[in-house]
């Protein structure tokens, strides 16, 4: 298997599992980019949000209800996390984010990873659930689009600081997670 691949042989060990229902299962995200960084996998054979159509919207809704969940098993409040998808997925299957907004994580190194959840490239639930109630699929950005989003500078998602690399940036996200 491919890392690409990863998603679908964590799933299959329930050691993993942090909660499983009959439609899909949560687990901590590997290489969390914050201090709370959870996914939530569908136990159905989805590659990706462009797979989706309407008829996946219960699916989605249950998938949200987890994302609620494991925000409320761990104590914390649902007011500093981010729920959503990536609009340009690098994982197969399809999986829901559920990531605290500190951003605090050893496994933060790129500027990609800040910005895949931090720009458009990151869908919130809501607006994934609107697109696809009424359009009926989820299109994919244009390579124009991605390349600009990718190239947004580090601005902070808690005040107007804009850092010059990763490791100032990351010593800012610091400071704001000690106040």
């Keep these: 298997m491919s ?12 050691s993993n599992w942090i909660i499983s229902t009959d439609v899909a299962v949560v687990i901590a995200d590997k290489f969390p980019k914050a201090r709370h960084h959870y996914l939530v996998i569908p136990k159905a054979d989805i590659a990706s949000i462009f797979q989706l159509n309407k008829t996946h919207l219960p699916l ?19 007011d500093n996390f981010k729920i959503g998808f990536h609009a340009e997925p690098s994982m197969q299957r399809l999986h829901l984010h559920v990531i605290s907004k500190d951003f605090v994580s050893s496994c933060l190194k790129t500027k990609k990873h800040w910005n895949s959840f ?13 697109q696809l109630n009424i359009e009926g699929s989820i299109k994919r950005l244009s390579k ?7 190239a947004t500078p580090l601005k902070c998602n808690q ?21």
């Design 118 to 130: 931090n720009t458009q490239l990151f869908l919130p639930y809501d607006s994934l659930y609107t």
């Design 3 to 14: 890392w690409q691949t990863g998603l679908i042989k964590t799933i299959l060990d329930p």
């Design 159 to 179: 005040c107007s600081f804009v850092a010059k690399n990763i490791p100032s940036f990351k010593e800012h996200l610091q400071d704001h997670s000690a106040l």
């Design 60 to 78: 989605l809704e249950e998938l949200h209800l987890l994302a609620h969940n494991v925000i409320e098993i761990r104590g914390e409040k649902i």
């Design 144 to 150: 124009v689009t991605k390349e600009a989003l990718l």
